[in-house]
């Protein structure tokens, strides 16, 4: 069955009245076909999911070098476990298509998937500005009975208030011809075919009752675990939002009991350890700041958007971008211990990603270290087994293999990845070391000036 024979045998989604079970099937079988706007990181494993399951979806992506991959059945997305195997079988028989014509792809579709990145402006404000083109480009396509799911993060209220009036004006349809729901992509590099199969609980929400219920039906069939339907769109966002932002407040708690600890000289992990041995108690582990591309944005999310005064979510945004300075301070010191300034010293920053073994550099926390370092005057050396540009640091590139032979003068452990395992320590000499993650056991070698985030 060709696309246009299933776009025209396919029943509408929202407003249906054939059963759910019919619905279902229709579904499974590929009557109701699928367009993913954002084939990246989440979006490339989002979309195959889909076509496991479906067998009729298309692939939607600014980037010409992206859909020319797919297309020849490979995943550019690195670190994802069985993501490039089933691309290729997907693509092999039809299953997944990839194209940058979005207006073609929208006028195939019922169900269009939104997952495109939500970042921030310079001034800190939500930037739905690849949001809105997604939304725009399904809208081109849009028919009554088709419905959108938006999986990007957004501030609570972007549903009912940005999109709904978006494609009502874009399309010239009464809202209550087409569905919208929000249901949040719950997934972390490195596992996200896991995750997205059901992993966790899948949240979905409606700006209306008919909306909620087909992103339940449609997750239904996606996910092996529940789905979990929200009072409306509205609720299932915060849900998202929520979910971040405790971990941004959690962190920078135990970034503060961890320069506590520091102050009153005491090994603040071993506390914080023994206190989470208390079941009401789950502190997070301290570290030298929070990267990625959702910890560090959600809380602008609400603080943008409220009227309320935000003091703890402030704070723990203060606190947590303040800890790259604090590690440099914590190197500072002891090179000047050793009678060493850092202006002149060699140091060697192991770990650039924002968390082992992903390929994703944004605000990590490495790059306000090194870029404080180099202007400084330090000589600075980066080593770092995911990437291969390194055009975004101010530092010599360092091969993995090659960092127990550079004589630093301090060595900076940013990002604990599997391959610094192997390093030989004892090729430092006497070399000052900065562990941001309580990740090295130099315990054996008491003489060595160690300092650990937390651990002091």
């Not at 089933?86 to 940058?100: E, H």
């Amino acid at each position: 069955m060709t696309d246009g024979e299933r776009r025209e045998t396919a029943a509408p989604l929202y407003g249906a009245t054939r059963p759910a079970s019919a619905q279902r099937r229709d579904f499974r079988d590929g009557r109701l076909p699928v367009a993913v706007y954002g084939l990246g990181k989440m979006g490339l494993p989002l979309a195959a999911v889909y076509a496991e399951t479906t067998g009729n979806v298309v692939g939607v992506d600014v980037d010409e070098s992206v859909v020319e991959r797919i297309e020849r059945g490979e995943s550019h997305v690195d670190g994802e476990p069985g993501l490039s195997e089933l691309v290729s079988r997907l693509v092999a028989d039809g299953s997944l298509r990839a194209t940058t014509n979005a207006d073609a792809a929208a006028a195939s579709a019922t169900l269009h998937v939104v997952i495109v990145p939500t970042l921030l402006t310079a001034s800190s404000e939500p930037d739905l500005s690849a949001l809105e083109a997604a939304v725009r480009a399904a809208a081109s396509g849009l028919d009554p009975g088709d419905q959108i799911v938006v999986e990007s993060t957004v501030p609570p209220g972007t549903c009912h208030e940005t999109i709904v009036p978006l494609v009502a004006a874009e399309t010239g349809l009464d809202p209550d011809q087409f569905g919208v729901a929000f249901c949040p992509e719950r997934t972390s590099s490195g596992r996200a075919l896991r995750d997205i199969r059901g992993a966790y609980p899948k949240i979905v929400g409606g700006v209306d009752d008919e909306s909620t219920r087909v992103a339940e039906l449609v997750y239904g069939e996606l996910t092996d675990n529940d789905v979990v339907p929200m009072a409306d769109a509205t609720v299932a966002e915060a849900v998202k939002v929520f979910e971040g932002v405790y971990r941004d407040v959690n962190i920078a708690l135990a970034n503060e009991l961890a320069r506590v600890a520091d102050d009153l000289g005491f090994d603040g992990n071993a506390a914080i350890e023994a206190a989470n041995t208390q079941p009401y108690c789950d502190i997070h582990d301290p570290g030298p700041g929070v990267g990625g591309h959702c910890i560090p944005y959600y809380p602008y999310f609400l603080t943008t958007r409220t009227s309320v005064d935000t003091p703890l979510l402030r704070t723990a945004r203060e606190v947590n971008d303040g800890m790259p300075s604090f590690v440099v301070s914590k190197l500072d010191d002891r090179l000047a211990e050793r009678g060493r300034d850092v202006a002149d010293a060699r140091v060697l920053v192991l770990g650039l990603t924002y968390r082992p073994g992903v390929a994703e550099t944004r605000a990590t926390p490495a790059r306000p270290i090194v870029n404080s370092l180099a202007e400084r005057g330090t000589e600075v050396l980066v080593a770092d087994p995911m990437l291969a540009d390194f055009s975004e640091f101010d530092a010599t590139v360092v091969d993995v293999s090659a960092v127990e032979t550079t004589d630093p003068d301090g060595v900076v452990l940013v990002t604990p990845h599997e391959a610094f395992d192997d390093v030989d320590w004892s090729a430092f000499d006497d070399a000052v070391v900065v562990d941001g993650r309580d990740a090295l056991d130099l315990e054996s070698r008491p003489d060595r000036p160690v300092y650990t985030v937390g651990g002091g």
